[in-house]
């Protein structure tokens, strides 16, 4: 009797651990595999690589708003001094103007330009972007003017 009953529970056992790995395979997640994820990534990763040379001027002159905008930003405050002291100031203190931190600077730098005033007199003034990043990885880096008339240009392009 004893025997029987081993051999009872035995297949009991066996029967239930059956039913339950029947039923993992019925209730089975669709998903994708790891090869097909991966598949996925490296298409993804050559059609950036096919994009980015394209995407290169865009992003520079995306980047070359920052320096127009410090310019400009500039050139208001030296007005501004010019019509209280009636002259122009070749200090960037002296008018208010704060540089942002660079990107070479440290983890929290934002700023892709280094603004300097280059020239300053009682009649007028030039103040120089100069960027401390090759966007485009060519060399050249990217230089903007601004003068007392506002004229803001483009000395070296990127």
């Known amino acids: 009797m004893y025997l029987e009953t081993i051999k009872y ?24 595999t790891l090869t097909e994820v991966l598949i996925v990534l490296v298409i993804i990763g050559i059609l950036i690589l096919l994009a980015l040379p394209n995407l290169m001027p865009l992003i520079t002159r995306a980047k070359s708003t920052e320096a127009k905008l410090q310019l400009e930003h500039l050139h208001t405050l030296e007005k501004t001094h010019f019509f209280e002291k009636s002259l122009y100031s070749s200090s960037l203190t002296e008018i208010g103007f704060q540089q942002e931190k660079l990107v070479t600077e440290g983890e929290n730098g934002k700023a892709n330009y280094r603004i300097e005033i280059v020239q300053a007199n009682p009649t007028g003034y030039i103040a120089r972007a100069t960027a401390i990043v090759d966007f485009d990885a060519d060399g050249t880096f990217n230089v903007w003017e601004i003068d007392q008339n506002n004229n803001l240009r483009e000395v070296t392009p990127d």
């Open 9 to 32: 529970v035995r297949f009991i056992m066996f029967f239930t651990t059956k039913k339950i790995s029947i039923k993992r395979v019925k209730h089975r997640l669709p998903a994708f």
